[in-house]
């Protein structure tokens, strides 16, 4: 994963939790949901702190996205 406040990518293990084909009649892109797995808590918090920004400047995508606690 490549983070615009990290220097560099690092990597890290996931698994998809969830995927959504395209679907014109209820206007949904395709993507999919991963859950990253053996998280540091330093990657954990810029993971964190990115996905935030995301929400704030796309507030009608962040809204569709179930968050899990």
């Known amino acids: 994963i490549s983070l615009p406040d990290a220097a560099f990518p690092f990597d890290l293990t996931g698994k998809v939790i969830r995927v959504s084909e395209f ?3 209820q206007n949904q892109v395709p993507g999919m949901g ?11 918090v810029r993971i964190e702190r990115f ?3 995301l929400r704030k400047e796309l507030p009608d995508a962040a809204a569709e996205v ?3 606690a």
């Not at 991963?34 to 954990?44: C, L, P, R, S």
């Open 23 to 25: 679907d014109n009649a």
């Open 34 to 44: 991963i859950e990253f797995v053996d998280v540091d808590e330093e990657k954990q």
């Open 51 to 53: 996905v935030e920004r």
């Open 66 to 68: 179930p968050r899990k």
